[in-house]
């Protein structure tokens, strides 16, 4: 891992997304990791230093918003953006109750994915003041 880089670690169990999401960020110089499980996401955020998660709702081990909590006790500093391939109002409800910080919905326009990214690294450098 980069230590100069802002890091986004990507939790998709969808390989072919990963290489999106990764495709999509790389132009904007990050540090990109990847985890297929919410329990190899837990253990990559315990062993090193994420800025940023970008995590899909339908993991295999847990939905992505019930596993908010869980990495928010190893680093509760860390900005989750949630995605969803689809969406419904009880999803979007499960995931809203969550400390996330921008829920996206991957049918979307990929710039509003990348502005979200770009919004959460704005967010970090005015709480570094």
């Known amino acids: 891992m980069d230590v100069g880089r802002r890091q986004i670690l990507v939790v998709d169990a969808d390989c072919r997304a990963v290489r999106e999401v990764s495709a999509l960020l790389a132009e904007e110089c990050l540090g990109i990791d990847a985890a297929g499980s919410v329990g ?6 315990h ?4 800025d940023c998660v970008i995590m899909d709702v339908n993991l ?7 596993a908010v909590p869980v990495l928010k006790t190893i680093d509760p500093a860390i900005q989750i953006i949630m995605t969803a391939s689809e969406n419904t109002l009880e999803l979007e409800a499960n995931v809203r109750q969550q400390d996330i910080f921008y829920y996206y919905i991957k049918s979307f326009d990929t710039e509003e994915l990348r502005e979200a990214v770009r919004d959460v690294f704005k967010r970090l450098e005015r709480l570094k003041r």
Do not use: F, N, S, V
């Not at 190899?40 to 955020?45: G, V």
């Not at 062993?47 to 994420?50: C, L, N, R, S």
């Open 40 to 45: 190899q996401a837990a253990e990559m955020i």
């Open 47 to 50: 062993d090193a230093k994420y």
């Open 60 to 66: 295999p081990d847990m939905k992505g918003y019930e």
